[in-house]
């Protein structure tokens, strides 16, 4: 599975911005996919998480009320509408796709490249 994320750029604090991440070589439908950002000189975190059936999703706390997790399967895609942007957003958000797991984790099996989201004050 190659998976590629766009959607990225640069927005000021408030605004929006919706990130996609397009899937090729597999259908996703059998995938729990997952999002993740990584700000400069920070970890890596869980940003949200959709089952393969999309029936369940996580958020991370900070995000909760902001964001919302959908998959079209149909389009082999999974989105990531991101509302009321913060700059403690900002970060290189990656989109990451496992056939073996029913929840996301840091070890999932394929990882796109990541897209720039950055929101000024």
């Known amino acids: 599975v190659q998976l590629q994320a766009s959607g990225g750029g640069l927005v000021q604090a408030g605004g929006s911005l919706r990130l996609s991440c397009a899937a090729s070589?597999?259908?996703?439908?059998?995938?729990?996919i997952g999002w993740f950002r990584q700000a400069p000189g920070k970890e890596r975190e869980g940003v949200s998480c959709i089952s393969s059936s999309g029936d369940d999703t996580y958020y991370m706390r900070s995000v909760k009320g902001r964001f919302t997790i959908s998959r079209d399967n149909a389009k082999n895609t999974v989105y990531l509408q991101m509302n009321s942007l913060k700059p403690d957003d900002t970060a290189v958000y990656y989109c990451a796709a496992d056939a073996s797991s029913a929840t996301c984790h840091y070890g999932m099996n394929y990882w796109g490249k990541g897209t720039q989201v950055t929101v000024s004050s």
């Open positions: 070589g597999s259908t996703l439908d059998s995938y729990v």
